[in-house]
């Protein structure tokens, strides 16, 4: 099993991160403006749509200001079980995130694909906490020849 | 151990990827504008330098246009002895990066902080390639408290 991992820092509450990984409209506006589903409660399915495709993914585990979990039901088959991991801490000014996306079989090259590209949504999150504005779907960063 | 992985694919000939990778004004423009030492030959050791620190690689390995490995031979403690693997390949218009930093002993914070801090690298790096004007340090993105 290998994972992907990252950290970044926003200068923003933490009820606002959290708020922007729990609620449709939150997830919307730095992932994919094609976002549906329940994310505030244990057990929900969100529903993350791309031009390509999609993922589900079932709400595990939500400890309000602190951790959300969620493991993908739906989508690639490389990332079918997987589990999406985001730990939230405060340090100074900053909402810090542990990103953890775990379980993957093999490091694929689609795998080093997600890697970079969950760390351009990151940035994507710190940008809309921090000024109102991501980069969503289908507005966001391309990195390569695949999207 | 554990590994941090990426692709990003570059609207730019093989030859010039190659060159922003062995070369210190390539590595300077998009890395760090403090990058001396020797990166194209084998044995070489390039001297990165940023604000907080820095790193010495020695190179381990040249296959012109097609891969470079260094090795750490100084820097941070979990650097130590970690490799950097560059793999590059031409697909349609694109030159493809598969990226890998491997050998940490342990999935730190600071492994965390690092894996997204290269993906803005690598972001760099295509910007730079593609367009002649990369952000590296000390002008590179900041991702959170750590800089």
Not at 28 to 49: I, K, P, S, Y
Request: a negative charge; proline letters at 5%.
């Amino acid at each position: 099993m290998v994972d992907i991992l990252h950290r970044v820092g926003i200068k923003s509450s933490v009820a606002e991160v959290y708020s922007a990984l729990t609620t449709a409209e939150g997830l919307a506006g730095w992932w994919t403006t094609d976002t549906e589903g329940e994310g505030d409660n244990v057990g929900g399915v969100l529903q993350f749509r791309f031009p390509p495709g999609g993922f589900d993914m079932k709400v595990l585990e939500l400890d309000p200001g602190k951790r959300v979990r969620w493991e993908v039901i739906d989508g690639p088959e490389e990332w079918i079980g997987t589990q999406v991991n985001w730990n939230l801490d405060r340090v100074g000014d900053y909402t810090i995130i542990l990103f953890e996306h775990q379980g993957w079989k093999e490091p694929v090259e689609f795998m080093h694909h997600c890697s970079t590209k969950w760390a351009t949504y990151l940035m994507s999150l710190k940008a809309l906490a921090e000024t109102g504005k991501g980069a969503p779907s289908p507005d966001d960063i391309q990195i390569s020849d695949w999207h």
